[in-house]
């Protein structure tokens, strides 16, 4: 059974820095294309960045460009996200996905969220 374990979150000054963790366990498969999410209270939740498995090609959201970095670990079932430069408004619960697409527009496994809080 595939699972996704994240950590990392935590709560921080604005301005500050936060590094999420996100394992993909219970597989034989070594490689997946990963990627993070967020949801605010009473927002939906929205795409913050993703890493695929070939080539490591990466995607932002506009929200989070040049603030926060998504990589890899030596093996391509960790993914971290590097979040710089913290805003209030990236306050919300962090969510990994995973999925052995390349570039996936659906994920099929989402691990149980990592809650970050950026105070001003």
């Known amino acids: 059974q595939v699972q996704l374990v994240e950590s990392g979150g935590g709560s921080v000054q604005a301005g500050g820095s936060v590094r999420l963790s996100c394992e993909v366990s219970g597989s034989t498969f070594r490689s997946w294309s990963m990627g993070w999410f967020r949801q605010a209270p009473g927002k939906e939740r929205e795409f913050v960045a993703s890493i695929s498995w070939n080539y490591d090609k990466t995607r932002y959201a506009d929200s989070v460009k040049d603030r926060f970095t998504i990589s890899r670990g030596n093996a391509k079932n960790v993914a971290y996200l590097q979040m710089n430069g913290l805003i209030p408004e990236d306050t919300a619960a962090y969510y990994c996905?995973?999925?052995?697409?390349?570039?996936?527009?659906?994920?099929?496994?989402w691990g149980q969220g990592t809650q970050v809080t950026v105070s001003s």
């Open positions: 996905a995973a999925d052995l697409k390349l570039e996936p527009d659906v994920y099929d496994y």
